[in-house]
């Protein structure tokens, strides 16, 4: 057969014409291929951790006064074509996230229908063993934190425009503060395996620098939860009033 066709033709079975098969283009291999939904997985929590990132440190500002992120939060506002930009950009990304993880886990169960004789979680982390829940605590949360300090649905006391205001009295209710908390602490569990297998699926998977990979994973994941647990704390305690 001429190898420049871009077809091939299945042997008959007895009884039946010929079957032409064409080739997938790239893209759907790529997509339908165990490698690229790790690809892909690994993109969009990049993207979901940039997002992240970007959001703690906006809202470290409110240790320094209302004035201060009042202002950063009516820049946004002002850039609204920019800003519904990168949450559709985030929605398609967390949407892909979700679909991809669920495909992979479903794939490897498949593959592996009876589980090991002897089970071998010491070679996991606890953070990759928890990833089926603390996913879904941090789902929940998107939605009660855009109904909490977005649109203020669920807040007691919203003021459109006063965010400052907004997260003091959102988090002086304090069982709200301690959700927050457990949230923020589900999303570090999640964020650290996620980003040390960030590495992995783009081929920085060595024991060389595996351990170098974990420290990284560590200090970011670290600086995120932090930054955003001190919020709530720091309103409990009157810090910030």
């Known amino acids: 057969m001429n190898s420049q066709n871009k077809t091939s033709i299945l042997p008959p079975i007895e009884g039946t014409l010929p079957v032409r098969r064409t080739p997938l283009s790239w893209e759907v291999s790529f997509y339908r291929s165990t490698v690229g939904k790790k690809i892909i997985v690994a993109a969009t929590g990049f993207i979901g951790f940039a997002y992240v990132a970007l959001h703690m440190l906006g809202n470290l500002l409110a240790f320094e006064g209302p004035a201060r992120l009042n202002t950063y939060a009516a820049f946004l506002k002002s850039n609204g074509g920019l800003l519904w930009t990168a949450r559709i950009a ?36 606890f953070a990759s063993r928890t990833m089926r829940w603390s996913g879904p605590i941090i ?10 300090l977005t649109t203020g649905t669920v807040h007691p006391d919203f003021h459109p425009g006063d965010v ?14 301690v ?32 351990g170098l990979i974990r420290k990284l994973a560590t200090c970011v994941t670290l600086a995120v939860v932090i930054g955003f647990i001190s919020i709530p704390v720091a309103v409990l305690l009157n810090i910030i009033s």
């Not at 398609?92 to 991809?100: K, S």
């Open 164 to 177: 400052y205001r907004n997260v003091v009295m959102g988090f002086h209710v304090w069982p709200v503060a």
């Open 139 to 148: 789902g929940f949360f998107i939605i009660y934190h855009l109904l909490h």
């Open 179 to 210: 959700f927050y908390i457990v949230a923020m602490l589900a999303l570090g569990l999640h964020m650290y395996h996620g980003v040390y297998s960030m590495f992995q699926s783009v081929g920085a998977n060595h024991p060389q620098y595996n």
């Open 90 to 125: 985030l929605m398609v990304a967390v949407v892909l996230h979700i679909v991809m993880a669920y495909q992979l886990a479903w794939r490897c169960q498949k593959s592996r229908p009876i589980g090991y004789y002897r089970w071998r979680g010491i070679a996991s982390t």
